[in-house]
């Protein structure tokens, strides 16, 4: 078996979480690896739109994984689903929160790093620490290195994969949280 060796710049440097300040630095993100997703599955990019970043990184939504100086993966994390679906097709829950824009950048993609992993980890530990009871997402099945690992991670889809007659498919699915604590004021 081959070993992943990476260039010394890259190992040397940093890791750390924050929660992004920056649209345009997210944004870039977002498009560079819908992109680089697109240029590699055969299907569309999604269209993103300015005005929805900014809106999710002036709320505080949106957490950003640093290497050093630069951007590797991001995620938005809200309360309010961040797409369309019928929220009968999940099962009932009390405190749903909403995983979207996962995007690793394209040079984190190729090389085997677990980049993605840790954006998904860190997703589900920000939605337990917010009292979630459930990870809700949107994911495209023919990323299917990306629905891969929210399978792995314990993801299970509700209701049927739907199209849009333009060639991008979605699928939503659900992750069960530990028990979620109870609100303040709350008992329980």
């Keep these: 078996m081959a070993e992943t060796r990476f260039p010394a710049e890259r190992t040397a440097a940093t890791w750390r ?54 951007p590797a993966g991001m995620f938005t994390l809200t309360w309010d689903p961040p797409f369309t679906v019928d929220e009968g097709v999940f099962p009932r829950a009390e405190r749903p929160i909403h995983l979207s824009r996962l995007a690793v950048a394209p040079e984190w993609l190729d090389d085997g790093s677990l980049v993605g992993l840790r954006c998904l980890r860190h997703a589900i530990e920000e939605a337990e620490r917010a009292g979630a009871d459930v990870l809700r997402s949107e994911a495209n099945p023919d990323l299917t290195d990306t629905r891969s690992l ?39």
Excluded: I, M, N
């Excluded at 590699?40 to 939504?61: F, H, I, L, W």
């Excluded at 993801?155 to 994969?161: D, I, M, V, W």
């Design 17 to 70: 979480w924050e929660v992004s300040q920056d649209p345009r630095e997210v944004h870039a993100l977002l498009c560079a690896c819908d992109a680089h997703q697109a240029a590699a599955s055969g299907t569309p990019a999604p269209r993103r739109r300015p005005e929805t970043t900014e809106r999710r990184v002036r709320s505080g939504a949106v957490r950003l994984l640093r290497h050093g100086p630069h």
């Design 150 to 188: 929210l399978d792995v991670l314990g993801f299970r889809q509700y209701g049927p994969t739907l199209g849009d007659g333009g060639g991008s498919r979605r699928a939503h699915l659900q992750k069960t949280l530990r028990a979620a604590a109870p609100a303040a004021g709350r008992e329980g």
